[in-house]
Every structure is written in structure tokens, then in C-alpha cells.
């Protein structure tokens, strides 16, 4: 138990004594700051993603259910209702928003959240949206985003601490320096969802799982047992803890100076760390502790299983996606660094020299989440993430490796690998003040009057540059109703996802109706002009989108950071070409949206 006490203060006197002992460590910090947290807020009172969205609301929603319901009944209610039974970051959100929760009780505007209930589905929960004072809104996704920034860089200083432990020092800041460059990351820490603070938790066991390695302390493995625990309650994918936890169990052994025999026979920590372990799964799902087994082994054994076959995106070589990932998240120079690092990593294992362990660690992280994703129909950017800093720390490692053999050599290739990544990373984070949809939301607030209506044809106000204060006109399940109500709105919009219909065989968005009713949209046919638009407009506003399966379209991934992106991730500039029509005439009846 004296082990387990100690490790919060070992952890704080270890975060101090790095920040003593390395004058470079704040600065990298700060680096990392900037980086992760610049324009954090953008699209506010709107969302980055739709994970993001379904993160709050899930929280709103049992606040609204318990405040409504101040019983066990009404928390079970608040907890089941949900897009899937997610995991751990339910506890993380409901805790970020409290704060929103007092100062609504403060300002009497808690109704807002018993008024929020169980919203219907229809076009991204439209009208609980509109309904929610934008504060609320506003203040909310900022706690859940700061949090998520927070993730990164408690990220960035374990990569560091990683590389230290392994490599020492100056593998160690080189490795966070990377990591903080990395445009993938950087992008992922500007929206809220569990892919962040589950990294923090893989990454956190790892460290542990290196440190027990070196000393043996059965207490650090346990630990690492429970981190590993968490991070699979954040988010399933994050499983090849439990490989590493495995293989760290065995290089542990092989390191002992006894007989193999004995030095394996462990069973009471095994079996320790495989009930915390399992455990801390259970209890991170919030489903799991009120309403039963059922909905937990669904999401864990139906739901992770399912992403190898349901497709998200087209169809095309499993190469493919793994080089379109990494081309975006990288960039060309790193890109072509990491693939070079992990062929000499795997080159230098045979030497065994002080790192050999923590290496082999590294190199199975890696390889497990390669193996993992290779199993899936498609995968975006986001689920690459924990590999990215297993990458800065191979890439930190064989640079400092090569400064040491050949320093007159290693040293401007160094700079010229972090002053291209710099250039890269700097580019696409600078992006971020001026995206389209935030500038079409700014547009139409400027310029519309109360009682204007906007048209859209999504169906997911995250889709959409609608500033809060509009009322939207969402073609697709309206009601007949609803539809002549608002027959001739002031505004309509096009997204960068309507022109797809433009584009001939697209893996979605087919359509020959929508096609044409969007061509004579654009020709101004219909009693509309075109007022304004935002973003680079794509040559006749058909998107030219990567072929899938070709590799030379790829490359322009690793040279422009804001580069189109298929499906559910963070949509980038390229996707947020937004479009905006004036009435300007006579309402056209003959106008009659195929959505």
C-alpha cells in the first residue's frame, strides 16, 4: 500500500526535478502550448466534430435528467440516453461542465438544462441547439476543449519523460519537440472527444511499463495495469495497452538474473494486474454500474468488432489509408524520417544496448496499432494518434543516435527535417483564425435580420456555418408543414459535401436530381444570387478529391496541411468551402430542393 501512496509525490517530484534540472523543458513546454491551444475555440458556438457534440450532450443530458429526476431512475436514464454506451469520458465532461452547471443555477438559467431532456435526432439535435442559450453552449465547449488541451501537452511532456527513460535527455525533448510539430496532434487537441486523454493514459502506462522493466517494482506494474485500464475505458481502441503490458511482463523476466522458469512464475501480479485491469474497464463505463452488463459487453465485444466491416469511407488498399493518414498527419519530411527510423530501429535492436527494452516497448506499441487498424475497412487520422508520439520517440532516438556517430551530418539534417515539420505544423495551426465556416458564421451575422432563414441540405448542424442566433431551414425530414412555412428563406448554403453531388462517381453523394437542382442553384436560376463564399473555391465547384488508391494524388496530403478529408474527423479548410445565396426576386415555386 506504501508503493501506491507514493506514487502521486514520486510523480510530482519527478515533474519538478525536470523542470530544474533541464532549462530547455519550459520553453518546449510553451512551444507545445502555443501550438496545441491556438484558436482552440474555433466554431464555437458550434462543433468541430460530430464526436464532439455527442461528448457534451451526453453530459448535458444527465445533468438535465438528474436535475429533472433527482433519483437513481433519473441518473440511469441520463447515463443510457446517448448516440452508444462511450465510456470514461462521460465522468470527464460532467466534471468540465460543472462549473457552467453552478453559474447556470447562479444566473437561474439551470432550466436550460432540465429543458434539454432527451432531444430528438433530427438534424444534429437542431433544436435543442437553437433552444440552449449560446453561453451555455459557448462555455461548455470551452472547459471540454481546455481539457483536452491540457491532454496534450501532459501528451507532450510523457513523450518527453519517455524519451528520457529510454534514450536520455536529449532524445527526450527532441522526441516532445516533434510531437508538439506534429500536425495530426495539433489538430486533434483543438477538438474535444476521448481520443486525447486516452492517449495521456497509453502513454502513462508505457512510462510505467518502462520503469518496471528497469526496477522491478511490481507496484509500477500494477499501475501501469489500472492506466492501461483507463485508457480502454476512454476509448477501445486503445487495447494494445494490453499487448504491452504483456510483453513488458516477459522482457522483465528475460531481464532478471535467474532462470527463465523462475523468473516468469509470477502468477499473484499477474493475475493482480489483469482484475485491476479489467476492473477499471468495468467501472469506466458509466452503463456498466446502472443498467447491467448487457450494454458494456455490446460496446466492447459488438460495437469495436464492427468497425472492420462497416464502412466509413471508399473503398480502397489498406496502403492507402495508412499513407493517406500519415501523409496529412506528418507531413512528407517526417514521414519519410519515421519510415527510415523505424527500419533503423529494427536495424540496432541486435546491439542490445541500454534502451534495448524500452524500444522493444515503443516498436510493439507501434506495431500493435498498425496490426490493429490493417484489419479495418478505413480509419481516419484521429485513430492514428497513438502512434504518433511512439513515432517522435523512434524518430528523436535514431536522430540523436546519428548526431553522436556523424554530428557535421546529423546536424542540418535535423534542421532541415524540424524547419520543414515547423513550416508544415506552423501553417495549418495559423489556418485556424480564418476558417471558412467560421467566417460564413460571421457573414451572416453581420448581414441578416431578425426573422431571416437560412437553407441548408445537411443533416447534422455540425456540418453547417449557422450562427446561433439564425433559424436554419434543414431540407432533409422536414415536415410538409414546416417545409411551406419556409418556402423562400432570405439565405441559402452550399457546402463543401453538397458539390460532391457534382462530382461524378463519389463513393456517396450520388445523385442525378441533386446534381441538377444544385447546378441551376449555382447558375443562379432560381430567384438566387451569390452573395458571398468563403474557402478556395473548387474548379466549377466539382471537389477534386485524392483518387482512392492512388498514390500520387496522396502527395499533396503531405505538403498542404488543410487538405481534403473523407468522413467523420475534424473537417479542415478544404471541407469548409461554404457557399452563401440571396433571395433576390420573386419566391420561384418551381424550386423544389430533391433533398
Not at 171 to 193: D, Q
Not at 211 to 220: A, E, H, K, N
Not at 338 to 355: K, Q
Not at 447 to 474: F, M
Request: aromatic content about 12%.
Amino acid at each position: 500500500m506504501s508503493g501506491w501512496r507514493s506514487l502521486p509525490r514520486r510523480a510530482v517530484e519527478q515533474v519538478r526535478s525536470d523542470l530544474r534540472d533541464d532549462p530547455y523543458l519550459r520553453y518546449i513546454l510553451l512551444l507545445a502550448a502555443v501550438m496545441v491551444g491556438f484558436w482552440f475555440w474555433h466554431r464555437i458556438p458550434n462543433f468541430s466534430t460530430r464526436d464532439e457534440y455527442s461528448r457534451l450532450l451526453d453530459a448535458m443530458v444527465v445533468y438535465g435528467s438528474v436535475l429533472e429526476d433527482p433519483t437513481f431512475e433519473g441518473l440511469k436514464a441520463g447515463v443510457e440516453w446517448g448516440r452508444a454506451p462511450f465510456g470514461a469520458t462521460l465522468y470527464l465532461y460532467v466534471l468540465a461542465i460543472l462549473p457552467v452547471v453552478l453559474v447556470a443555477a447562479l444566473t437561474g438559467d439551470l432550466g436550460a438544462f432540465t429543458a434539454i431532456a432527451f432531444p430528438g435526432w433530427e438534424f444534429g439535435h437542431y433544436e435543442v441547439w437553437a433552444a440552449t442559450p449560446e453561453w451555455i453552449w459557448t462555455w461548455s465547449l470551452v472547459s471540454i476543449r481546455l481539457t483536452n488541451v491540457v491532454a496534450a501537452l501532459c501528451a507532450v511532456y510523457l513523450t518527453y519523460r519517455l524519451g528520457v527513460a529510454i534514450e536520455g535527455r536529449d532524445a527526450g525533448r527532441l522526441s516532445a519537440v516533434v510531437l508538439s510539430l506534429t500536425f495530426g496532434f495539433l489538430t486533434i487537441s483543438k477538438e474535444a472527444g476521448e481520443d486525447m486523454p486516452a492517449l495521456v493514459f497509453v502513454l502513462l502506462a508505457l512510462y510505467l511499463l518502462v520503469s518496471y522493466v528497469r526496477t522491478d517494482d511490481g507496484t509500477l506494474f500494477l499501475a501501469a495495469s489500472v492506466a492501461g485500464g483507463v485508457a480502454i475505458a476512454l476509448k477501445l481502441t486503445a487495447a494494445p495497452v494490453v499487448l504491452l503490458i504483456g510483453v513488458a511482463f516477459l522482457l522483465r523476466a528475460h531481464a532478471a538474473d535467474a532462470p527463465l522458469t523462475e523468473t516468469l512464475y509470477r502468477p499473484k501480479l499477474l493475475l493482480s494486474g489483469a482484475l485491476l485491469g479489467f476492473a477499471t474497464i468495468v467501472l469506466g463505463f458509466p452503463t456498466a454500474l446502472v443498467a447491467g452488463a448487457e450494454p458494456f459487453v455490446e460496446r466492447v465485444f459488438g460495437g469495436s468488432t464492427s468497425r472492420m466491416s462497416h464502412p466509413t469511407g471508399p473503398d480502397a488498399p489498406m496502403w492507402w489509408w495508412f499513407l493517406r493518414g500519415y501523409f496529412s498527419a506528418l507531413g512528407l519530411p517526417l514521414f519519410a524520417a519515421a519510415a527510415a527510423s523505424v527500419v533503423a530501429t529494427v536495424a540496432t535492436l541486435r546491439d542490445r544496448t541500454s534502451a534495448f527494452h524500452g524500444t522493444v516497448l515503443v516498436l510493439t506499441g507501434l506495431t500493435a496499432y498498425v496490426l490493429l487498424f490493417s484489419q479495418w475497412h478505413d480509419f481516419r487520422v484521429h485513430h492514428l494518434l497513438p502512434t504518433f508520439p511512439l513515432v517522435a520517440l523512434l524518430v528523436a532516438g535514431r536522430l540523436v543516435q546519428f548526431r553522436e556517430r556523424s554530428a557535421s551530418l546529423a546536424k542540418p539534417v535535423m534542421a532541415v527535417l524540424l524547419v520543414t515539420t515547423a513550416v508544415y505544423a506552423g501553417v495549418g495551426t495559423a489556418q485556424f483564425a480564418s476558417m471558412p465556416r467560421d467566417e460564413a458564421v460571421a457573414w451572416l451575422e453581420d448581414n441578416s435580420e431578425e426573422g431571416d432563414v437560412v437553407e441548408t441540405y445537411r443533416v447534422h448542424i455540425q456540418d453547417t456555418a449557422i450562427p446561433h442566433s439564425l433559424t436554419a431551414r434543414h431540407v432533409a425530414g422536414q415536415d410538409s408543414e414546416a417545409e411551406a412555412a419556409m418556402a423562400c428563406p432570405r439565405y441559402i448554403q452550399v457546402g463543401y459535401r453538397d458539390l460532391l453531388y457534382l462530382k461524378e462517381d463519389t463513393y456517396y453523394r450520388n445523385g442525378d436530381a441533386q446534381a441538377v437542382y444544385l447546378r441551376n442553384l449555382l447558375n443562379e436560376e432560381y430567384n438566387y444570387r451569390i452573395v458571398a463564399e468563403f474557402g478556395e473555391r473548387p474548379p466549377n465547384f466539382v471537389p477534386q478529391r485524392p483518387t482512392p488508391g492512388s498514390f500520387t494524388d496522396l502527395l499533396r496530403l503531405g505538403v498542404v496541411p488543410h487538405t481534403d478529408q473523407f468522413a467523420d474527423e475534424q473537417e479542415l479548410a478544404a471541407n469548409q468551402y461554404t457557399l452563401i445565396l440571396e433571395r433576390d426576386g420573386e419566391c420561384d415555386t418551381s424550386r423544389h430542393p430533391p433533398f
